[in-house]
């Protein structure tokens, strides 16, 4: 089974360079004009899952609360420190998770369209 989480977003160039940019993932695939949609995929090659963002004419109506997030999980420290690096470089400060659980295991950053984005510690 392969998985796919779409978005429609205001902030379509944001939204590439942050993901792309903070948790090195590449675009996929994109596209103009399909129906009156751009959009893009991001994700990493050769995996089961990956990311869309579209815009079009219609505004979206977002209301994103403090629990709902996307969790990437690095797979090792230095992969983890190497966001944690990126973030610093690319001036994104981190924010305070609503769950302590978050809090304890994670690292939050809030996306262009304000939505929590959690990278996970691995235990060493």
Sequence with gaps: MKFRQARHTNHLEPIINFYVGLFDLEVLGEFKD?????????GLPNKD?????????EQPLH??????????YPE?????DLILKRMSLLNIKASRPKNPYWRQYGTMVV???????IFVRPKA
């Design 63 to 72: 209301r994103p609360d403090e629990d709902d997030l996307l969790v990437f």
């Design 76 to 80: 090792t420290l230095e992969e983890y």
């Design 111 to 117: 996306d262009p369209d304000g939505f929590g984005v």
């Design 34 to 42: 399909h129906k009156g949609y751009d959009g893009v995929f991001i």
């Design 49 to 57: 899952w990956h990311l869309e963002f579209t815009v079009s004419w």
